[in-house]
């Protein structure tokens, strides 16, 4: 069964081969696209190509950061003394006995940075092929890793998005139950104000009803409510789960573009308080939609 999925996640494995061990590591955070950041070691140039193929075989949003960091093993390196250096390090050995300082010894200079070195020989193209589809299987292992984590994440986030889209829910039932008062409450309004600016006016009670009918239909939320409620079922379906991210995000702006239009319509205390703790939900579910692949 499809389940909501985080961008959120961490993968890691490790292999070694012909002297050389290595470590991958794949992180990702929250992204409008998918995003690959790759670092790797010099002389495998097709790890970076295979990362990505592997990254969009398996994921459709997040920034992905993934690297891996590889060496080959000293004990496989025959130490070489480099005597250049070795001869420098001597003449100031030299230098600062004349000085009065402690001789050098010659278990002393040799442990000295850059007198002893692991010679760089490449690994013959067999060798570095063979590694390098080692290195492609760690990787798909640092995914693999990476996508059940993420999966985890959102295992812990579809509840807290289920959650808000009832708090939703129930905030629009009560703002349709406020609403259906505004009409009654926008004619005693009127008929007050009415009556204490022109009591006497002609035809009074006509002009109320009919003043009162016009300011009740500009009032009118029953379209933001029912929006409101479509809106709410398209939520329930898509928190089902799947790559739902981007269509949750449009969707957030559209419950935000309806609970701002009933609060400038809003002609009473109680529906304006009900609309602004339905921003507030809104923005607490837009908030949690955006960690959603």
């Known amino acids: 069964m499809t389940r909501l999925t985080s961008m959120t996640g961490f993968g890691r ?5 012909a002297g050389w061990t290595w470590a991958v590591e794949a992180r990702s955070v929250n992204g409008r696209n998918l995003e690959l950041r790759f670092r790797g070691p010099p002389g495998f140039d097709g790890l970076e190509r295979a990362s990505r193929e592997a990254a969009q075989a398996r994921f459709q949003r997040g920034q992905i950061t993934l690297g891996v960091q590889a060496r080959r093993a000293e004990s496989d390196q025959a130490l070489v003394l480099n005597e250049a250096v070795l001869e420098q390090y001597a003449a100031m050995a030299e230098r600062l006995a004349g000085r009065g300082f402690a001789p050098a010894s010659a278990d002393g200079l040799l442990g000295l940075r850059g007198v002893m070195e692991a010679p760089q020989e490449d690994a013959d193209a067999e060798t570095r092929a063979a590694l390098e589809a080692a290195m492609t299987v760690s990787i798909d292992q640092a995914l693999d890793a990476l996508a059940t984590s993420r999966a985890a994440e ?3 986030l579809a509840p807290v998005v289920t959650g808000l889209i009832e708090r939703i829910k129930g905030l629009v039932g009560q703002a349709e139950s406020e609403a ?3 009409t009654d409450a926008i004619r005693e309004r009127f008929t007050r104000r009415m009556t204490e600016l022109a009591p006497d006016a002609p ?6 009803v009919l003043e009162a009918a016009a300011l009740a239909a500009r009032a009118d939320v029953r379209e933001e409510l029912d929006r409101l409620t479509a809106h709410i079922d398209s939520a329930r379906s898509l928190s089902k789960g799947g790559a739902v991210g981007r269509k949750l995000d449009f969707l957030m ?21 009900v609309g602004l703790d339905l921003k507030a939900a809104i923005e607490q579910l837009r908030e949690q939609v955006q960690n959603v692949e």
């Open 180 to 182: 259906a008062a505004q």
């Open 13 to 17: 494995a490790e292999g070694a081969l």
């Open 203 to 208: 035809d009074l009670a006509d002009r109320i």
């Open 154 to 156: 959102g295992e812990r």
């Open 253 to 273: 702006q559209e419950f935000m573009r309806e609970a701002n239009t009933l609060c400038s319509k809003s002609a009473t205390t109680r529906l304006t308080a």
